[in-house]
């Protein structure tokens, strides 16, 4: 299973970004998926998760800003990034949990490589 993101990018303060991230293999669920970051100097640290049934989580420094949508038909995680702020820059990670492979009983975790989004001030 692959993780391969897109979206990120160079915007001005205020602007937007949208992230998406599909899972790539023999799929044939997937229990979470969301959206990491980590800064420079910085651990990483959850932006969003959205659970199969739609639920979702957000850190306390995105709510209201970002919004995190999920398509199980495609295996694919959205991050729509509105109002962005320079302190937003990072590379940004998207993660599946418990993903299910056709064939295999074992749920397994996959991060994606990283994508840059640097918010200029």
């Known amino acids: 299973v692959q993780l391969q993101a897109s979206g990120g990018g160079l915007v001005q303060s205020g602007g937007s970004l949208r992230l998406s991230c599909a899972a790539f293999g023999s799929v044939f669920s997937i229990d979470v998926m969301g959206w990491y970051r980590q800064a420079p100097g910085k651990q990483r640290e959850l932006v969003a998760t959205i659970s199969t049934g739609g639920s979702t989580n957000y850190a306390d420094s995105v709510k209201g800003r970002f919004t995190i949508i999920r398509d199980n038909n495609k295996n694919t995680v959205y991050l729509q990034m509105n109002s962005l702020k320079p302190e937003d820059t990072a590379v940004y990670y998207c993660?599946?949990?418990?993903?299910?492979?056709?064939?295999?009983?074992?749920?397994?975790?996959?991060w994606g490589l990283g994508t840059q989004v640097t918010v200029s001030s």
């Open positions: 993660k599946a949990d418990g993903v299910l492979t056709i064939g295999t009983f074992t749920r397994l975790d996959y």
